[in-house]
């Protein structure tokens, strides 16, 4: 909202080069100061008064994540990362897991190699993971997260509950090892159509 008159549809700009944030454009205004108000569903109210004059430009991105968002993602990164290893386990397709990403073609094209490079690690005979459990760890352990020009970072320490087998150097025979690890991890995430997708991922190896 600009001086308490929300911005309708007719400003929004239709030659955005990126697809998570909005520009709007008023083509006609006074010289003057405004109060402006953005408003999200995931992050706080973000309040300011700028100046307007001919053909300048304003760029508001220093919001704040909602607790309750930060809390909804850091257990999405949890989600995430077991679908995403349930299906490199089960040697699944990139397009089994292509959903959780934002539909961009290049991010597209980066994860699915991505995923394809690491279901190859994750499968190779003699150190293959056979099962996990991922879960986030007490908000004690230091989850963060940020907001730069529409991509929300996150920063979160999973727990990791694992099966992966196991051969010795100078021995043939392969065993199944269980174990458990910490790990902090990063993801970045869209929010487009009332849905967050992810636009980047930190591996977690184990």
């Known amino acids: 909202m600009v001086d308490n008159v929300r911005l309708g549809s007719k400003y929004l700009s239709t030659n955005q080069t990126r697809v998570y944030h909005d520009t709007h454009v008023i083509p006609d205004i006074f ?18 008064s700028i100046w307007a004059s001919n053909n300048n430009s304003v760029t508001i991105d220093d919001f704040k994540l909602k607790d309750s ?5 850091t257990k999405m990164i949890a989600g995430n990362n077991q679908i995403i290893y349930s299906a490199a386990i089960s040697g699944k397709p990139f397009q089994e897991i292509s959903n959780l990403f934002l539909s961009d073609s290049s991010i597209q094209q980066s994860a699915a190699q991505q995923y394809r490079n690491f279901r190859e690690n994750i499968t190779r005979e003699g150190s293959r993971v056979l099962k996990t459990a991922f879960s986030v760890l007490p908000e004690a352990s230091g989850r963060q997260a940020s907001i730069q020009r529409g991509i929300v970072n996150v920063n979160v320490l999973l727990k ?25 991890t990063w993801v970045q995430f869209v929010y487009q159509n009332g849905q967050w997708y992810q636009t980047g991922w930190s591996i977690i190896r184990l």
Do not use: M
């Not at 100061?33 to 408003?39: A, F, H, K, P």
């Not at 968002?69 to 993602?73: D, Y």
């Open 31 to 48: 010289i003057g100061e405004y109060d402006v108000q953005v408003t999200l569903p995931f992050a706080e109210t973000n309040k300011r």
């Open 160 to 184: 990791v509950d694992y099966t992966k087998e196991n051969s010795a150097w100078r021995n043939s025979n392969i065993s199944n090892v269980e174990n458990s690890t910490q790990s902090t």
């Open 69 to 73: 968002s930060v809390i909804e993602l």
